[in-house]
């Protein structure tokens, strides 16, 4: 399933995951929190662009922009505490590095493939997530509803690269989409209705898991065509 080089990448990969978490929860260490959690997407960034050299060129470089969107998310994000419009701008730079990931997933698109069910099953969990969260909003309203729906997009390209691309390719690449919606959905619940225990190590556990399988899947078509 993994390569040498990703069995490799996968176990620094898990320690800078790892002393995130550890660093980010703890008071004493909170400092180095500044450095592991940029470290995370910085690591992916870095093992893609080295192992990606045969993947076709746009699509190689619409997923870098997507990492380095999402580094620049990572890095507004940690300083929400000194102003709360960091979070938009956060918001914002995810916003563009799913829109990213979107382009990215609809070069293999199968045309065939019809969506419906699979965005039922979408459609039913925003709601129920909006049910939550909608009077905790106020004038993040917009702003979060635009995101769920750019995000529930991701989900449904990943969706619809069955048969079209490689069939590990397709699973890795759909449950980091999956396991973006859920570390966002859980960020979104602590912040706008209620704190969740242990909030801080479920967001960046299943985000740091979303990034990892989407880019060892997108890697996976550049192994399948070198």
Do not use: C
């Not at 701008?89 to 419906?116: E, S």
């Not at 859980?186 to 704190?195: D, Q, S, T």
């Not at 556990?205 to 880019?215: G, K, P, R, V």
């Amino acid at each position: 399933m993994l390569t040498f080089s990703e069995k490799k990448f996968s176990i620094i990969y898990g320690f800078i995951v790892l002393a995130e978490l550890i660093t980010e929860s703890s008071e004493d260490f909170a400092s180095f929190h500044y450095g592991f959690k940029p470290a995370i997407v910085i690591s992916l960034l870095i093992f893609f662009w080295m192992h990606s050299k045969t993947l076709n060129k746009n699509l190689r470089l619409i997923t870098t922009a997507a990492l380095l969107f999402s580094l620049v998310g990572d890095v507004l994000l940690m300083f929400v505490e000194s102003s709360p419009t960091y979070f938009l701008f956060g918001l914002v730079a995810f916003l563009i590095a799913h829109v990213m990931y979107v382009i990215a997933f609809l070069k293999h698109r199968n045309k065939t493939l019809n969506p419906f069910g699979f965005m039922m099953l979408l459609i039913l969990y925003a709601l129920g997530l909006f049910y939550l969260l909608n009077e905790g909003l106020h004038e993040m309203f917009i702003p979060v509803i635009i995101y769920m729906l750019v995000i529930l997009s991701m989900s449904t390209s990943a969706f619809l690269r069955q048969g079209n691309a490689p069939r590990l390719s397709y699973i890795l690449v759909l449950l980091g989409a999956l396991f973006f919606m859920i570390s966002d959905s859980i960020l979104a619940l602590n912040k706008f209705h209620e704190p969740l225990a242990y909030s801080n190590i479920s967001i960046i556990f299943t985000y740091a898991l979303a990034q990892y399988l989407i880019i060892i899947g997108l890697l996976k078509l550049a192994k399948a065509s070198g």
